[in-house]
């Protein structure tokens, strides 16, 4: 199972308006508020004036980041790249995908469309296969 990912989440809006409150209203240099609330001192600092100068004490909505460069129509030509020719290195797929689509991109965003899309690579030792001779998993045979 491929584990996915997840970016730190934000402290807590409660949090930083203690902080806040604590850094304004208390008296209390930053570096000491840092230390009772045990977050970072420039975390202080930051929320302090983003609140005097935005007004604003929760964090701002995370984003999801650039959109895939593989999808839709080039999603689809992978699939059928990988049912047909399911042995090529990642390279190979870019290669054939920029020849059918006309989107080239590195091999790592190869790899990341195939693992998005759940689908794998059945690696097959081809060097084995023209010498006539099959991968044996069995091990070494022992004398008797």
Not at 45 to 65: K, S
Not at 110 to 129: F, I, N, P, Q, S
């Amino acid at each position: 199972m491929v584990e996915e990912r997840t970016m730190p989440r934000a402290y807590s809006g409660d949090l930083r308006r203690r902080v806040v409150a604590a850094a304004l209203e208390g008296g209390q240099s930053r570096e000491v508020v840092a230390r009772r609330f045990a977050v970072g001192r420039s975390s202080v600092y930051r929320w302090v004036e983003t609140a005097q100068t935005e007004g604003r004490l929760e964090a701002r909505p995370m984003r999801g980041g650039p959109r895939p460069m593989i999808r839709d129509e080039t999603e689809a030509a992978l699939k059928d790249m990988v049912k047909s020719d399911n042995h090529l290195t990642l390279a190979e797929y870019r290669d054939r995908l920029a020849d059918r689509t006309e989107i080239r991109v590195h091999p790592w965003t190869v790899g990341r469309a195939l693992r998005r899309l759940g689908l794998t690579r059945k690696k097959e030792d081809l060097a084995c296969d023209r010498a006539g001779r099959g991968r044996d998993l069995g091990g070494t045979p022992s004398l008797a």
